[in-house]
């Protein structure tokens, strides 16, 4: 009994200690806790650049306006419109500088104003309706729920409609857009800029492709970037297995338009936000599934299709930002019904079996009398678009469009140019193989070739020159750029063997008798100044573009590759 109270007086004289024990190792805890945060406290954020004005070029109808450069910004800030997704309301202004000052002038060109037949009714593929009768039912079949579309104001006067309304009124016979169309600019500055109100996986197809809406009932076609713009495509792929390109998708419509044919969609670039633009607001079940964070932070996606959708293939922004491409919609098919033809040098994509125009050198006689390509300009159309994909270098041709209203007598749609640009320092010859086999084509297009191979009007400084009103620019790698001016002179190399030929060229003549070849008046080349008027043997060391030297059939790339019957 006696010992158990000593404890308990122990224990109650203890009481204290222990407790002021507690109190100091607590305050030691609590000491050193602050002291570590101190320390590991990071810096604060610097303040953010400085604001730029947008980048504008000379206002001229047929130059397309400048617009803000997003690419060098990439991954490092956005606007605060961009990560909220409230869209990109820039304002572009109109430059006095000579920013595209060539390009303006090659556009002036007579052969870039050819006449044109007159326009017909039937020769329009879409028209306003007029004298509609109004009523209550009409004006609540426009009105829309969904939330982020504005109700439509539009009449039958063209100043109410949205770019790509009138976009699709401008459509012709002959053209899909006219250069000095006022809409073609507003058009491409709707599309990197104009507010995104649904993002949904385009279906069918090899690649991933979005479809992106805007509050004016808009649609664009988005392709995200793949690849930078220096790579090259691995020699060991097969043309069916290579990339889809954003960049080549918008590169292809300035070619395109600097050549003079006018049939790629309208395209331009953009700074897409993945999180608020594409992930929070998608429809898309089965693109959402797709979204990820990356080990680094980044936001991803790879969605459904054929080809590299898969996680290893995923498409990731910088930390959300991704730049792709926004080609305009062409009318929907319930208005204006498009005819898909099969190419007749469409490749075998096989591994193993060649087509038969790579096994016939006497191939083209066959498509010669074979309908549509027996009558019309649908075989010299065909040759243009077999030269717009020898410049890109893209393979990836097995089809092509037109619009049904319009039956044979119309032009081609360059449509799905994703593949090209995938290598610079290698030609593929045999995509001139049409050219090659049936020595035919249009002199529109021959003088515009020998305009565009000059020193005054160079391919690549007049491209590098158009492709700078676009937000991503630099689109295009100065290998690339290069690689146009030497694929432009093995078409001419081309055309020349054709004329030597006993069959010799077969010109479709589309141009009045007053407009001159761009070769007449030129500065002559040093040998021609001696009295000798062709090139004959030796290397070509001038840059005339007009008077090739005789050459080899063999000889005509400055690669190992043989093609189309052993002829090159």
Same mark, same amino acid.
């Given at each position: ?67 803000? @450069? ?5 991954? /490092? /800030? ?7 997704? &409230? ?153 069916? *297995?290579?990339? !889809?390109?954003?960049?080549? !998708? ?11 044919? @006018? ?86 994509? *096989? ?56 039956? @044979? ?14 290598? /610079? ?29 000059? *020193? ?16 991503? &620019? ?25 004329? &030597? ?58 690669? @190992? ?8």
């Amino acid at each position: 009994m006696r010992l158990h109270c000593v404890l308990l007086s122990m224990r109650r004289r203890s009481r204290p200690f222990f407790l002021f024990l507690f109190c100091l190792s607590l305050a030691l805890h609590l000491f050193l806790a602050l002291h570590t945060l101190s320390l590991s406290r990071d810096p604060c954020p610097p303040p953010p650049p400085p604001h730029h004005p947008a980048k504008t070029v000379r206002s001229a109808p047929q130059a397309l306006t400048a617009m803000p @450069n997003m690419a060098t910004d990439w991954g /490092h /800030h956005s606007s605060p419109n961009m990560a909220t997704g &409230e869209g990109h309301p820039t304002t572009l202004k109109k430059a006095t500088g000579p920013a595209q000052a060539r390009l303006q002038a090659l556009f002036q060109h007579p052969l870039y104003n050819l006449p044109q037949p007159q326009l017909m009714e039937d020769d329009w593929l879409l028209r306003v309706k007029s004298k509609v009768k109004e009523s209550n039912s009409n004006t609540q079949e426009w009105e829309s729920n969904d939330e982020g579309y504005g109700g439509p104001q539009w009449t039958d006067s063209a100043d109410t409609h949205p770019p790509w309304l009138r976009f699709h009124l401008g459509i012709t016979r002959w053209a899909l857009y006219h250069r000095d169309d006022p809409a073609l600019p507003q058009l491409l500055q709707q599309l990197s800029t104009h507010r995104i109100v649904s993002a949904v996986q385009k279906p069918g197809g090899t690649q991933l492709k979005l479809v992106m809406s805007f509050p004016n009932y808009g649609q664009a076609l988005f392709k995200p970037m793949k690849q930078e713009r220096d790579e090259e495509t691995n020699l060991n792929l097969f043309y069916f *297995s290579d990339f !889809e390109r954003h960049n080549a !998708e918008i590169a292809a419509f300035h070619l395109d338009r600097v050549l003079g044919f @006018n049939r790629v969609p309208p395209a331009v670039g953009r700074l897409v936000n993945v999180t608020s633009e594409i992930q929070q607001l998608t429809t898309d079940r089965r693109l959402a599934r797709t979204f990820y964070t990356s080990p680094v932070g980044n936001v991803c996606f790879y969605g459904q299709c054929s080809y590299y959708c898969t996680v290893e293939h995923g498409v990731c922004g910088r930390p959300s930002l991704l730049q792709g491409s926004m080609a305009a919609f062409l009318p929907d098919l319930s208005l204006a019904p498009r005819r898909s033809w099969r190419s007749p040098w469409r490749r075998s994509y *096989s591994r193993h079996r060649r087509a038969e125009w790579e096994k016939n050198p006497d191939y083209c006689t066959t498509v010669k009398s074979t309908p549509p390509y027996n009558t019309g300009t649908r075989l010299a159309d065909l040759i243009d678009m077999a030269i717009l994909d020898f410049l890109m270098g893209n393979m990836d041709r097995h089809h092509y469009e037109t619009f049904e209203k319009f039956g @044979n007598d119309t032009f081609l749609l360059h449509l799905d140019n994703g593949r090209a640009f995938g290598r /610079h320092s290698q030609d593929e010859p045999s995509i001139l193989a049409p050219l090659q086999q049936c020595c035919r084509i249009r002199r529109s297009t021959l003088l515009r070739l020998h305009l565009l191979s000059g *020193s005054r009007f160079t391919l690549s400084a007049v491209l590098r020159e158009s492709l700078s009103a676009d937000p991503l &620019e630099p689109l295009l790698s100065e290998p690339y750029l290069a690689a146009l001016d030497r694929r432009l002179a093995a078409v001419l190399r081309v055309v020349s063997v054709c004329r &030597e030929l006993p069959a010799g060229l077969d010109i479709h003549d589309d141009v009045p008798a007053r407009i001159t070849d761009p070769r007449e008046g030129a500065e002559k080349c040093p040998i021609q100044v001696r009295g000798q008027a062709t090139l004959f043997g030796g290397p070509q060391s001038y840059r005339c573009g007009f008077h090739p030297k005789k050459v080899v059939l063999s000889r005509l790339f400055n690669i @190992n590759h043989v093609a189309v019957g052993g002829k090159f």
